[in-house]
């Protein structure tokens, strides 16, 4: 990858990737609600970033002029032989209107609240096993030591993939983040490769030994009469694993962050933990995760800005959250903040499919965290460290146990 | 009093069962879906309300 020049302007020349952003983008997009609620950038081909809580609805819900294509940002754009729209390479949250509807349909059922509250005691055992092996610890390490390795056991075993693979599942999850950012095709297909070996081998072993599980329910799942597209089944596998896993790891990771730096929020939540549902709300609201991407259509004005077929759209949930218009303090962290109509899971059609179990994963393991350890602090705020790129979230946060 | 579900806004997102699971169930797909015929006792009424506050797809609503 090319070196980039560090952005001047967010207003003329945004890049989510900048360092200014990845450390600290609230401040920039506080100044860009103000001056430019939807910002241009040449980068990436060219693209806009709108910064209102209304525009970034306006945006979720124009499925008619804006393409989920592609949903994450890259140098290259939808290869000639990337599947085409309306399917897409990662049904459903790649494919549009209308078999969209018929893709998530048949997925849903899978992360019903019903079927999460039944592996909530799974959760529940597997983060105490996390606290177990560290135990001796005065120094852990909430992304690391914990965090990263909750929601990778909860898809892996949902996929019914072998529990000695949960290492190559988190290097998954980055060979193919990183692959939307190579715009050589053969690099990419190369990368990918053994990747496609594992997952075939996986669907073989399914195939031969069915068992009750999400991927054998791809595997038997119709769409009116035809089993799916192999391409479908592979796509939808691969969705839940990149769309599980850094996402409600920076989830649960920001959120021990943020009760590592506010003491006062820490004790509340160990002495009233009724608040929890509220304080898991505007965890996701503060430090939200996720960022899409849309693609524009054609030609057409937005809002007043001329946007030009296969412009991207950088579509910011987190930035939303933090409007002023649409959250009274929007920048300040209300434990147990009553109206909160965060968009932390998106907004209308591509509604986060996993969002009753990304909340579950978060509930038990701040939980389980506090309860084991109702008092610590960070080490030294300046080693924390944030995902780049469109997940956002701490990663090295060394926690010093007080009690 | 009495609360309802728009179908065709609701995606799901699960806030209106979590806060007021008094009057708010989910179907199989995880959309929300009301309770018997959606009528809000007196001390359901601020549950009611909250409920309809925090959809974010502005899908629930408020008979009075
Ligand atoms: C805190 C954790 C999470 C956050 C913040 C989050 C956020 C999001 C957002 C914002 C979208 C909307 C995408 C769009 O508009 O293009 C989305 C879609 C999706 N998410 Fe999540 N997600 C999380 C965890 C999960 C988990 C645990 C799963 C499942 C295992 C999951 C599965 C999906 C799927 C399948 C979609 C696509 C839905 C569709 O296109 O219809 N997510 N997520
Ligand atoms: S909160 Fe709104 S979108 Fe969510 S399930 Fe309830 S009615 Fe549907």
């Given at each position: 990858m090319s070196i980039k020049p560090p952005v001047e302007d967010f207003a003329t020349d945004w890049d989510h990737t900048d360092p200014a952003w990845v450390a600290n983008p609230y401040p920039i997009w506080d100044e860009l609600r103000e001056k430019c609620p939807v910002a241009h950038t040449d980068r990436y081909g060219g693209g806009w970033f709108p910064s209102t809580y209304e525009l970034v609805s306006a945006v979720a819900n124009d499925t008619d002029n804006f393409?989920?294509?592609?949903?994450v940002i890259g140098?290259?754009?939808?290869?000639?032989?990337?599947?085409?729209?309306?399917?897409?390479?990662?049904?459903p949250i790649s494919s549009d209107p209308p078999f969209h509807h018929i893709a998530r349909r048949l997925i849903l059922p899978a992360f019903s609240p019903g079927v999460v509250n039944t592996i909530e005691p799974f959760v529940r055992e597997y983060c105490g096993k996390l606290l177990d092996n560290v135990s001796a610890q005065e120094i852990v390490n909430g992304g690391s030591d914990y965090a990263q390795y909750i929601p990778v056991a909860v898809i892996r075993q949902m996929l019914g993939f072998?529990?000695?693979d949960e290492d190559l599942f988190r290097e998954i999850v980055h060979i193919v983040m990183e692959g939307i950012d190579e715009p050589d095709m053969d690099k990419r297909i190369a990368a990918f490769e053994p990747i496609r070996i594992y997952m075939e081998e996986q669907l073989q072993d399914h195939i031969d030994h069915p068992r009750d599980d999400l991927t054998s329910y791809l595997l038997n799942a119709e769409i009116a009469g035809t089993k799916l597209l192999p391409e479908h089944i592979f796509g939808t596998i691969l969705l839940v694993l990149v769309a599980g896993i850094d996402t409600t790891w920076s989830g649960i990771a920001s959120s021990l962050y943020h009760l590592a730096t506010n003491p006062k929020d820490l004790e509340r939540l160990v002495n009233e933990p009724e608040l929890m549902p509220l304080a898991i709300e505007e965890f996701l609201r503060f430090y939200s995760p996720v960022t899409m991407a849309r693609l524009v259509k054609e030609d057409f004005d937005f809002n007043g800005c001329p946007m030009k077929k296969d412009d991207w759209l950088l579509l910011g949930f987190p930035a939303a959250n933090r409007d002023p218009k649409a959250f009274p303090d929007a920048d300040k962290f209300i434990?147990?903040?009553?109206?909160n109509r965060h968009v932390a899971f998106g907004l209308g059609i591509h509604r986060c499919a996993g969002s009753n179990l990304a909340r579950m994963e978060m509930r038990v393991a701040i939980e389980e965290f506090i309860k084991r350890y109702p008092k610590f602090e960070l080490?030294?705020?300046?080693?924390v460290t944030w995902s780049q790129g469109q997940v956002r979230g701490a990663r090295h946060l060394p926690l010093r146990i007080l009690s | 009093m009495k609360v309802v579900i728009n179908a065709d806004a609701c995606?799901?997102?699960?806030?209106c069962f979590g806060i007021a699971p008094e009057l708010f169930d989910f179907d199989d797909l995880g959309n929300g879906v009301v309770k018997g015929d959606g009528k809000v006792t007196p001390e359901l009424v601020e549950k009611a309300r909250l409920a309809e506050a925090n959809c974010p797809e502005h899908a629930i609503s408020i008979e009075e």
């Open positions: 393409t989920s294509h592609t949903v140098n290259g754009r939808p290869g000639e032989d990337a599947p085409p729209a309306p399917i897409g390479v990662a049904p072998p529990e000695k434990i147990d903040r009553q109206i080490t030294d705020a300046d080693v | 995606t799901g997102q699960g806030r």
